[in-house]
């Protein structure tokens, strides 16, 4: 969610003739993230985020598109894709496959407590219910294929254990199957800052443009090392307590996933790790773009590791 992509008031203005939605009263850019090209769009009904794809291409688009809508009509609480005078969800602007969705209420939290880890854990397998009836299908971008494609270029940025931790997990990951859990659409990147609350309930999941098919657990694991962590990487018994009952209430947990639960929290903690440093240290350039510290989630991979964050699934 950085500009990458400029786009004036004017070129705007005469972009937005395609839709229903009033005139053009203000533009702004959003400086976070570091996939796509995000403004404010405000105009004389109502607000909206406008989207530029910098790396997804048009016939990629529908379905994260599509899953947006398919989960706001099962009462999901995210971004509605908003359709042109053609219907159509997609368009093109300065070049680039382009997108209107709603703009959802609320904010950040800054202080996460276990209640709010229960209801994200709630909501989470809600989603993963709802997805059952989704048939779109795109498989992980940034998984098992990408981790090992990707090692070699950032290696040479590590001192030597952080390179033996890197290269040893991903030969770990590339030996475990997860053929025999349940899978689906997921979110794959469900952090604080994708959440927004409007006071104690979430006003918007945000942020679909990683989402893919893969393991549901995968999904649960990434959620958990954002939300239940603390700075050295440590799991937060209570907090992971919260999410995972709450979630294990809505939709319970097979014997293969409470097996495979320690894996998938070190795919989850190798996966960030591996995409911060790349973002680090080979970045594109952007208007206002910013990368996020890999420090972070090395810390959580060499806890996991270690067997320090032993919590078992509910």
Known sequence: MSVYTTVTPAQLAAWLK???IGELKQLTGIAAGIENTNYFVTTSSGRYVLTLFEKLKAPELPFYLDLMAHYARHGIPCPQPIADLDHAYLGELNGKPATLVTCMPGAELKEVNAQHCATIGALLA???????SYHGRVPNPRGPAWWTATLPQVLRFLDAGSARLLQAEVSFQSLQRTDNLSSGAIHAD?????VLWDGARVGGIVDFYFACVDALLYDIAIAVNDWCVTENGALDGKRSGALLNAYCEVRAFSADERRMWPVMLRAGALRFWMSRLYDLHLPRAGELTYAKDPAYFQRILTQHVAGANGLCLP
Do not use: I, T
């Open 126 to 132: 809600h989603m993963h219910l709802a997805s059952n």
């Open 18 to 20: 395609r839709y229903s």
């Open 190 to 194: 469900l952090f604080r800052e994708n």
